[in-house]
């Protein structure tokens, strides 16, 4: 299966969303490490080493674009592909901002999700934003 040992964190503070997530991401062949706490976001990428990253935006404490503001300052996590979720309206602007990758609303399609993941992982090492840069 191509998505073996392709790994992705799913940092999300709504425990169902985490859930479905990882179901339906191992339903598909990845290995999924799900953390419902963005404080301890960095500690476990650091300690899991993931291909990929699904962000929620509008979490306590630490908002997913706080977050990844950090990691792209990091040259570990500079080019990771990223995609930030939120219900959000102004949620894009905002991901594109703090650098994500890409950007799927909530409530999300499954397989679209599924689809941007696979497309963003097979081009694992020269992945570029999917944003277009905002002028």
Do not use: H
């Not at 490490?33 to 476990?44: K, Q």
């Not at 300690?47 to 630490?62: A, T």
């Not at 994500?100 to 999700?113: E, G, I, N, Y």
Request: a negative charge; charged letters at 25%.
């Amino acid at each position: 299966m191509e998505n073996q040992n392709k790994k992705i964190m799913v940092c999300d503070d709504d425990q169902g969303i985490l859930d479905v997530l990882q179901m339906l991401l191992e339903s598909e062949g990845f290995d999924v490490v799900t953390e419902i706490n963005s404080t301890n976001l960095i500690r476990e990428m650091n300690n899991n080493s993931p291909d990929l990253l699904l962000l929620d935006l509008w979490m306590p404490v630490l908002s997913g674009d706080q977050v990844l503001k950090t990691l792209r300052t990091s040259p570990e996590y500079e080019n990771l592909p990223v995609i930030v979720l939120s219900a959000s309206v102004d949620g894009s602007s905002i991901a594109n901002g703090a650098g994500a990758t890409d950007f799927v609303p909530k409530p999300f399609d499954m397989d679209d999700l599924i689809i941007k993941i696979k497309g963003l992982l097979s081009n694992t090492g020269n992945v570029d934003r999917v944003f277009e840069p905002i002028i």
